[in-house]
Nanobody
């Protein structure tokens, strides 16, 4: 069964940090670009960042590029989102997803498989 499962969310104070983990099933953790997205209440889902299969190249949204970093472990079928200096505006449900191979890397529609998400809440 194709599946992605996120974990690591929670409640944290502004300035704090969290590490999110996404675990993929065998079927969907091949040589895929993996992305992280987030969706705040009342807002559209937005791109946070992604990482290529090698783990060497990662790209980030401007709003997080100095604070977040993405890594992956292909042997364990895991992708990580390290978040530091968190702000209340980072509050959202965070999802990982696999890129479908065509379309913009920044577009939700370009991603095929999605996890259910993990809630991150940053208090001021």
């Amino acid at each position: 069964q194709a599946q992605l499962t996120e974990s690591g969310g929670g409640l944290v104070q502004a300035g704090g940090r969290l590490l999110l983990t996404c675990v993929g099933s065998d079927r969907i953790f091949g040589k895929d670009i993996l992305g992280w997205f987030r969706q705040a209440p009342g807002k559209e889902r937005e791109f946070v960042g992604n990482i290529d299969w090698s783990g060497i190249r990662a790209y980030y949204a401007k709003s997080v590029e100095d604070r977040f970093s993405i890594g992956r472990n292909n042997d364990e079928k895991k992708v990580y989102l390290q978040m530091t200096n968190l702000k209340p505006d980072d509050t959202a449900v965070y999802h990982c997803a696999t890129y479908g191979g065509s379309g913009s890397y920044y577009d939700v529609k370009s991603y095929v498989y999605w996890g259910q998400g993990t809630q991150v809440t940053v208090s001021s």
